[in-house]
């Protein structure tokens, strides 16, 4: 491998440039959020505005310096998740995903299930719409914690960046070499800043562990062999957490057949599915003599088929159908049916090939399912743009490597038939 060819593969995606322009976006973004939004949303974007802002004028009076790029990231890290996460555990009201955690982790302590009863669904916040392993980021305050380490917030915050870490690193070309801990260091510090993961993590979202999950999955699920069927492991943690992670056990599935074959494929939604109910089964024990709680519960309201409605209403196309009554509800639901048989059998006709196809159906799966639910919040499309944001900063690398192992290859093959490998094959090879 030559010198240039070697630089190519450690060259990251994230240039100064584009992290130039990331960050005024991020700018913009939490100023718009602060004008327009309240309460958590708005603490959050005010400190992120800041954050971002700063970090974006040090982009633009040092990109003719050395200062390294990891010191404006980390400017974004502590202002947009870092301080708005310490000010709003401490000094602000929780917010209703934090208390429904620390209710469903109260009730397993006492009752052996993190969900109510029917008859004691008195009103939305009784209700708990995540998958029973949900309940484990809020044992520490039910357990009797204080303080900071009662939040949720900030075990979510500690799991998923040590998660997306090791999902960078995982996908990383050489994990032990000094240039790809580099980039895994920069991915990983960029991506937890970003608001698509430091915005939910610092209100109490949940969604952040599952995508930093999902990451994982991809990442493992990339190379075939063993390291595909621990995806299958990882891939039951994240259900075990939220039904949000569920599409991405058939797309997986269905690279897995076309790659590796329809055994693998088998054995990966196995031990997923094992994994999966076993924790949920761990979780929440009493849950299996009260199958109408876990419906209602998980499944009714996310739907909006309960009697009281969730406060998740974002003008989207699912809901602003479902607003019209009855009968606009049911097509909602009926819709967003068939959009899940219609990737069923994308899946049968073309299916992914690769991790890289996989995590773009995902994002799009569920991009459809956000916008077609009857119940459904802008957030939710945290989930298609963290996949879009992984494969661009993980594409450039896996892209480069391939093409000097091309090269390589080219190179040995005409030196056996005994002709001296022309100068420029390697880099023919690159360029195509």
């Known amino acids: 491998m030559t010198i240039e060819e070697a630089m190519s593969v450690h060259e990251h995606w994230l240039s100064r440039n584009r992290a130039l322009v990331a960050t005024g976006a991020f700018a913009a973004y ?14 959050w974007a005010i400190w992120g505005a800041v954050a971002y802002g700063v970090a974006t004028v040090m982009l633009l009076v040092t990109r003719h310096t050395r200062l390294p790029l990891m010191v404006p990231l ?19 009201s929780p917010t209703s995903e934090v208390s429904v955690i620390w209710q469903s982790a109260s009730l397993l302590l006492q009752h052996g299930t993190p969900y109510l009863a029917p008859g004691h669904l008195d009103n939305w916040l009784s209700y708990n719409p995540y998958m029973p392993a949900m309940a484990v980021f809020g044992l520490p305050k039910a357990l009797g914690a204080t303080g900071l380490i009662a939040d949720p917030r900030v075990w979510m915050t ?22 790809c801990t580099r980039n ?16 939910p993590l610092s209100v109490g979202i949940t969604d952040p562990p599952v995508i930093a999950l999902l990451l994982v999955t991809l990442a493992l699920a990339a190379r075939p062999g063993r390291r595909a069927m621990w995806a299958g492991t990882v891939l039951g943690i994240a259900s075990s957490l939220k039904a949000t992670a569920w599409p991405a056990v058939p797309i997986i599935a269905a690279m897995l057949a076309t790659r590796d074959g329809m055994k693998a494929a088998w054995r990966f939604v196995g031990i997923t599915v094992i994994v999966a109910g076993g924790l949920s ?13 876990f419906l209602q519960n998980t499944v009714l309201f996310p739907l909006g088929l309960t009697r009281h ?27 967003l049916l068939a959009a899940g048989f219609g990737f069923a059998v994308s899946l049968v006709i073309r299916p992914p090939a690769d991790a890289r196809a996989a995590a773009l159906r995902i994002a799009l799966g569920l991009a459809v399912m956000f916008t077609l639910a009857p119940a459904t919040r802008w957030g939710y499309f945290v989930y298609p743009i963290g996949l879009i944001g992984w494969l661009a900063l993980t594409g450039q690398g896996s892209s480069k490597q391939r093409a000097p192992k091309q090269a390589e290859a080219k190179s040995s093959a005409v030196r056996t038939q005994g002709t001296p490998a022309p100068v420029g094959a390697s880099v023919g090879a690159r360029d195509s």
Do not use: E, K
């Open 184 to 199: 895994v260091a920069l991915s990983t510090v960029f991506a937890a800043s970003s608001p698509v993961i430091a915005f």
């Open 158 to 179: 500690l799991v998923s960046i040590g998660l997306i870490a090791a999902a960078f690193w995982l996908a990383a070309p050489h994990p032990n070499c000094r240039p």
């Open 281 to 293: 089964v761990l979780m929440a024990p009493a849950a299996l003599a009260d199958p109408p709680a």
């Open 74 to 92: 980390l400017v974004s890290l502590v202002g947009a998740l870092g301080a708005p996460l310490m000010w709003l555990a401490t000094r602000v």
């Open 309 to 335: 409605q969730t406060p998740a209403a974002s003008p989207l196309p699912g809901h602003l159908l479902a607003i019209t009554g009855p009968a606009g509800h049911w097509a909602a639901v009926c819709l």
């Open 30 to 43: 939490a100023t718009a959020l602060a004008v327009y939004s309240g309460g958590a949303d708005q603490t």
